[in-house]
Protein backbone atom coordinates (compact mmCIF):
# COMPACT_ATOMS: atom_id res chain seq x y z
CA UNK A 1 0.00 0.00 0.00
CA UNK A 2 -0.57 2.90 -0.40
CA UNK A 3 -3.17 2.66 -3.85
CA UNK A 4 -3.87 5.82 -5.83
CA UNK A 5 -7.60 4.40 -7.56
CA UNK A 6 -9.10 7.20 -10.12
CA UNK A 7 -12.54 7.26 -12.00
CA UNK A 8 -13.03 9.55 -14.67
CA UNK A 9 -15.94 10.09 -17.05
CA UNK A 10 -14.66 8.63 -20.39
CA UNK A 11 -15.55 12.60 -22.00
CA UNK A 12 -12.59 14.08 -20.98
CA UNK A 13 -10.37 10.72 -21.57
CA UNK A 14 -8.64 12.22 -24.54
CA UNK A 15 -7.64 15.62 -22.75
CA UNK A 16 -6.47 13.99 -19.00
CA UNK A 17 -3.37 12.20 -19.92
CA UNK A 18 -3.75 9.44 -17.11
CA UNK A 19 -0.09 8.33 -17.57
CA UNK A 20 1.38 11.86 -16.47
CA UNK A 21 -0.89 12.15 -13.25
CA UNK A 22 0.42 8.75 -11.61
CA UNK A 23 4.45 9.84 -12.48
CA UNK A 24 3.06 13.09 -10.19
CA UNK A 25 1.32 11.01 -8.02
CA UNK A 26 3.87 8.15 -7.41
CA UNK A 27 6.88 11.33 -7.09
CA UNK A 28 4.32 12.52 -4.10
CA UNK A 29 4.35 9.05 -2.78
CA UNK A 30 7.93 7.72 -3.73
CA UNK A 31 9.10 11.07 -1.63
CA UNK A 32 7.28 9.69 1.38
CA UNK A 33 8.88 6.06 1.25
CA UNK A 34 9.74 5.77 4.58
CA UNK A 35 5.96 6.22 5.14
CA UNK A 36 4.64 4.48 2.59
CA UNK A 37 7.10 1.33 0.91
CA UNK A 38 8.07 1.68 -2.65
CA UNK A 39 7.08 -1.79 -3.48
CA UNK A 40 3.56 -1.08 -2.77
CA UNK A 41 2.84 1.46 -4.26
CA UNK A 42 0.10 0.95 -7.36
CA UNK A 43 -1.94 2.98 -8.93
CA UNK A 44 -5.22 2.39 -11.55
CA UNK A 45 -7.94 4.01 -13.10
CA UNK A 46 -11.39 3.04 -14.18
CA UNK A 47 -13.06 4.85 -17.00
CA UNK A 48 -16.91 5.40 -16.71
CA UNK A 49 -19.01 5.30 -19.57
CA UNK A 50 -22.08 5.22 -17.68
CA UNK A 51 -23.02 8.25 -15.75
CA UNK A 52 -24.89 11.54 -15.03
CA UNK A 53 -24.28 14.35 -13.58
CA UNK A 54 -26.19 17.55 -12.18
CA UNK A 55 -29.42 17.99 -14.05
CA UNK A 56 -27.74 16.22 -17.30
CA UNK A 57 -28.13 19.25 -19.10
CA UNK A 58 -24.10 20.03 -19.77
CA UNK A 59 -21.46 17.39 -20.63
CA UNK A 60 -20.06 18.08 -17.61
CA UNK A 61 -17.18 15.55 -15.86
CA UNK A 62 -15.43 14.27 -13.15
CA UNK A 63 -12.71 12.83 -11.58
CA UNK A 64 -12.69 11.22 -8.39
CA UNK A 65 -9.71 9.82 -6.47
CA UNK A 66 -9.17 7.46 -3.73
CA UNK A 67 -6.23 7.36 -2.02
CA UNK A 68 -5.83 3.34 0.05
CA UNK A 69 -3.97 2.71 2.80
CA UNK A 70 -3.39 0.44 5.60
CA UNK A 71 -4.40 1.32 9.37
CA UNK A 72 -1.45 3.35 11.86
CA UNK A 73 -0.41 6.60 10.37
CA UNK A 74 -0.84 10.11 12.09
CA UNK A 75 -3.44 12.40 11.25
CA UNK A 76 -0.65 14.99 10.24
CA UNK A 77 0.66 12.42 7.94
CA UNK A 78 -2.52 11.69 6.84
CA UNK A 79 -3.62 15.48 6.09
CA UNK A 80 0.14 16.33 4.33
CA UNK A 81 -0.14 13.20 1.89
CA UNK A 82 -3.59 13.86 1.22
CA UNK A 83 -3.44 17.56 0.40
CA UNK A 84 -0.45 17.06 -1.61
CA UNK A 85 -1.56 14.72 -3.83
CA UNK A 86 -5.09 16.64 -3.86
CA UNK A 87 -2.69 19.74 -5.22
CA UNK A 88 -1.00 17.46 -8.10
CA UNK A 89 -4.85 16.53 -9.18
CA UNK A 90 -5.86 20.08 -9.53
CA UNK A 91 -3.10 21.27 -11.14
CA UNK A 92 -3.28 18.73 -13.48
CA UNK A 93 -6.40 18.71 -14.29
CA UNK A 94 -6.39 22.85 -13.95
CA UNK A 95 -6.64 23.59 -18.01
CA UNK A 96 -9.13 21.02 -18.52
CA UNK A 97 -11.15 23.11 -15.76
CA UNK A 98 -10.54 26.50 -17.09
CA UNK A 99 -12.52 24.79 -20.52
CA UNK A 100 -15.28 22.99 -19.38
CA UNK A 101 -17.44 22.17 -16.15
CA UNK A 102 -15.54 19.62 -14.22
CA UNK A 103 -15.65 18.41 -10.44
CA UNK A 104 -12.65 17.18 -8.81
CA UNK A 105 -12.35 14.92 -5.59
CA UNK A 106 -10.68 12.86 -3.88
CA UNK A 107 -10.99 11.14 -0.50
CA UNK A 108 -8.68 8.53 1.92
CA UNK A 109 -9.53 5.27 2.69
CA UNK A 110 -7.87 4.02 5.72
CA UNK A 111 -8.72 0.16 6.68
CA UNK A 112 -7.83 -2.66 9.31
CA UNK A 113 -4.83 -4.87 8.29
CA UNK A 114 -7.10 -7.63 9.78
CA UNK A 115 -8.89 -7.87 6.58
CA UNK A 116 -6.00 -7.19 4.06
CA UNK A 117 -4.37 -10.08 2.53
CA UNK A 118 -0.98 -9.52 0.72
CA UNK A 119 1.80 -11.65 -0.88
CA UNK A 120 4.55 -9.14 -2.44
CA UNK A 121 8.43 -9.66 -3.44
CA UNK A 122 8.80 -6.70 -5.35
CA UNK A 123 9.50 -4.57 -1.43
CA UNK A 124 12.93 -6.98 -1.46
CA UNK A 125 14.30 -5.12 -4.41
CA UNK A 126 13.95 -1.86 -3.10
CA UNK A 127 15.42 -3.37 0.43
CA UNK A 128 18.32 -4.41 -1.19
CA UNK A 129 19.06 -0.04 -1.81
Known amino acids: MPHFIV??????????????????????LIARHTIFPIGGIRSRAIELKDYRMADGAEND???????????????????????????VIKDH????MSKRY???SMELYEFSESGSYKQNNIHARFKKE
Open 93 to 96: FSII
Open 7 to 28: EYTDNIKDEMNIVELFEKVHEI
Open 61 to 87: AFVHAVLKIGAGRSEEVKKEVCEALFE
Open 102 to 104: LAL
